[in-house]
Each structure stands twice: as structure tokens, then as C-alpha cells.
């Protein structure tokens, strides 16, 4: 049976439901909606909710911290911190955050938040996941990027010394709420890695998303309030209802990973410090264009509008690593299966294919294609 995400409008609040075999949650979207997270989080309320935990890195505390307090009051959280980076996703982290928690008396009632961008929502998912066999835990998205993409679906992890999310499991939050004024104090970097998610969502199943994005890059690059909610909601929109139709990446839910093969290669070789994951990502999907240009899935000019959407928002340039390099690395991707690489291509704007028969040779030929357009876009 098909399953869709169902959209309700709260006052100035867009909620999308993300109906899953586990179980639905809702998220929420607005801006200027983080002083009112008490009356948006019933799960906060539970008769047996002894203890409430905050998972967020020290900068985002600094920034949003004596509000998001004072949103929570009566009740006050204990708060955790976790160091801002990819390098800091380990399971020695997440140790160290459950060694806390269990000292301040965390039992199976307790809820954990997580309040922060994609590192602090994976980590805090993986740590609600296996404390105590499971807790409750919800989503504050304070990045673009995980506003748009990984507080949404459920996964969960951490990364190993040879690959991103190799350890991890499938752990849905009771909610999810979307702020767009969290979004006012992200770096401009922060803020285009994110919309390089919000390229990918429309270019495997929204060409609709991809056009709005096209056509309002400058209103959404300046932080226009409008323009960024409506990107976010239809991407969130997108990932509802992928996840919906396949929570466990068995099928469909494969087509997120667009760009993903060669990004997170880019990571792993670089020791996580090069590029952010929107980045890599951004050089992964020219790249599996370049391919499925060469396969003759895509036109010349669906290329050309494709390249020149990711480079507007100008990426870093493409790390010094060598070919031979970076195919070690995809070797290790999560998503190979029986020592079968899985690769997402396009076969048109808003709609992509899964193969299993991609080559090293196409890899290493997009990847030498590419090269030449590092560098900023504007």
C-alpha cells in the first residue's frame, strides 16, 4: 500500500506527517517556532518523564541556549555537549555521552533532545537508540542540511576510520520541529551546504523543487524567511514520503543516496576535514551527472542546468585525492551489497535510477571530469 505524508497548517506552522511501519511522527515547520517547543512536543508531558536530556554542540548553545531554556520551562534539561564536526561522529563519543547520562540517573523514561545540525542528530539518534535498549528522542534541527534532510527518516550512527555511518541503526524521533530563524545565525557555508540536499531532493523526485530553487537561488543565498521555508517543507515533504514508502533502505529509499557514493568517499579520504557533507555531496552528484550523461540518461542541457545550479552555490574546490584513492573508499560505502556497488544515476530532472553495474572506469572518468570546475561558483 502506498503511504504519503499528510500536510496541516497549525497558525503559521506547516505540519508533515512521516508515516512509517514504526510508527508516524510529525514535523514541524516555521520560523520563530522554538519558543513555543513545550506546547509542540507532547512527548515532553509523559506522566513518567523523570529526566529530560539536551544533546548540542557548545557553539549552537551559546548562540540559542538561554531560549531554548526558557521554552522548556518549567522543565530544564541536562544538558550534553558534543564537539562540532564530522570527526567527532565516533563510537568513543557515544560512549562517553551514555557514561554521562547513566551517572545523572538516565533510566527508559527518560527523553533526549537533540539540538543541533546533522553530527548531534545522528549521534543523539544512535544514543537513543541502544541506551538502555531504546529511549524517546526528538529533533531540533539547527542546520539547513538537517532541517532538509538527516533529522528526517530515522537514521541513526556514527562513523568508523574507514567510512561514514558503518555503524548505526534505523531509531524514528517522536518528533520533529524545524525552525527556519535557527537558521539567521549559520554561516554561509553552512547554510549552501544544506541547499546542495535540497538540489538532490529535487533532482531524484521533485523537478518542480529543483525549478524553485532555480529560479529563487539569490532570495534563498540572502536567507529570505519565505523562499527557505518553502524549500524546506517541500524537501522534508520529498523525504516523508520516501520514507514512508521504504523506512529500511531496501528499496526506493536507496534514491536519497543520490551523489552520496562518490561524496562520501570524498569524506572518508579526506579524513572528514576537507570538505562539509552538503560539499562532498554537491561534488558526488556532478559527478554521477557526468555518468548519466554518458549513459545517455540525461541531456546535454539538463547537465548544464544541473552543473551550474551546485556551482552558483559555490563549493570548495575538489580535494587533492587521487582516483585510485577514492574508489578505495566507495568500496567501503554502506550501501554495496554481496560486493556490489549501488549507484544512484539520473534519468531525467526529478527522477533517478538505482544500478548495480556502474564501473570503476565510469567512476574514475567522472571523477577527472570534474575537477576542472573546482572552484567558487560566484
Known amino acids: 500500500m502506498t503511504v504519503s505524508p499528510c500536510d496541516t497548517i497549525d497558525g503559521a506552522v506547516r505540519k508533515i ?36 536530556f539536551l544533546l548540542t554542540s557548545p557553539e549552537i548553545w551559546s548562540l540559542w541556549g538561554q531560549r531554548f531554556r526558557a521554552s522548556l520551562a518549567p522543565r530544564q534539561p541536562i544538558v550534553l555537549f558534543l564537539p562540532a564536526g564530522e570527526r567527532y561522529k565516533r563510537l568513543s563519543q557515544v560512549e562517553r555521552l551514555a557514561t554521562e547520562m547513566a ?32 529511549i524517546d528522542y526528538i529533533q531540533v534541527p539547527t542546520t539547513l542540511l ?30 520533529v520541529v524545524a525552525d527556519i530563524e535557527l537558521l539567521s545565525t549559520l554561516p554561509q557555508r553552512e547554510l549552501r551546504a544544506g541547499v546542495y540536499e535540497s538540489i538532490k531532493a529535487g533532482l531524484i523526485r521533485d523537478a518542480a523543487l529543483f525549478r524553485f530553487i532555480e529560479t529563487h537561488r539569490e532570495q534563498i543565498d540572502r536567507r529570505d524567511p519565505a523562499s527557505l521555508e518553502k524549500m524546506v517543507a517541500a524537501s522534508i515533504r520529498i523525504k516523508a514520503e520516501v520514507v514512508g514508502l521504504d523506512e529500511r533502505e531496501s528499496g526506493v529509499r536507496m534514491i536519497l543516496n543520490f551523489g552520496h557514493t562518490i561524496g562520501h568517499a570524498i569524506e572518508a579520504a579526506s579524513g572528514y576535514r576537507a570538505l562539509l557533507h552538503g560539499e562532498a555531496i554537491a561534488w558526488g552528484m556532478i559527478a554521477a551527472t557526468a555518468i548519466s550523461r554518458k549513459r545517455n540518461l540525461l541531456t546535454a542541457e539538463a547537465v548544464r542546468r544541473i552543473e551550474a545550479m551546485i556551482r552558483y552555490f559555490g563549493p570548495p574546490a575538489f580535494p587533492p585525492i587521487s582516483g585510485k584513492r577514492l574508489l578505495q ?48 561558483g560566484k
Open 329 to 376: 573508499a566507495a568500496s567501503g560505502d554502506k550501501k554495496n551489497r554481496a560486493g556490489v556497488r549501488r549507484f544512484v544515476l539520473l534519468q531525467g530532472l526529478g527522477n533517478a535510477v538505482v544500478t548495480d553495474d556502474v564501473t570503476d572506469a565510469e567512476i574514475l572518468a567522472a571523477i577527472e571530469c570534474i575537477r576542472p570546475l573546482s572552484g567558487s
Open 103 to 134: 551517572k545523572a540517573g538516565a533510566d527508559r523514561s527518560s527523553l533526549l533532545i537533540a539540538f543541533g545540525g546533522g553530527v548531534v542528530g545522528d549521534v543523539g539518534g544512535f544514543l537513543s537508540a541502544i541506551y538502555m535498549r531504546g
Open 146 to 175: 538537517a532541517q532538509v534532510d538527516s533529522s528526517v527518516g530515522g537514521k541513526t550512527g556514527a562513523n568508523l576510520q574507514t567510512g561514514k555511518n558503518l555503524v548505526g541503526c534505523f531509531y524514528p524521533p517522536q518528533e
Open 17 to 52: 506527517s512521516v508515516p512509517t511501519k514504526s510508527g508516524q511522527y510529525t514535523v514541524s515547520i516555521g520560523s520563530g517556532i522554538l519558543d513555543s517547543l513545550a506546547k509542540r512536543m507532547p512527548a515532553l508531558a509523559a506522566k513518567d518523564r523523570k529526566l529530560i
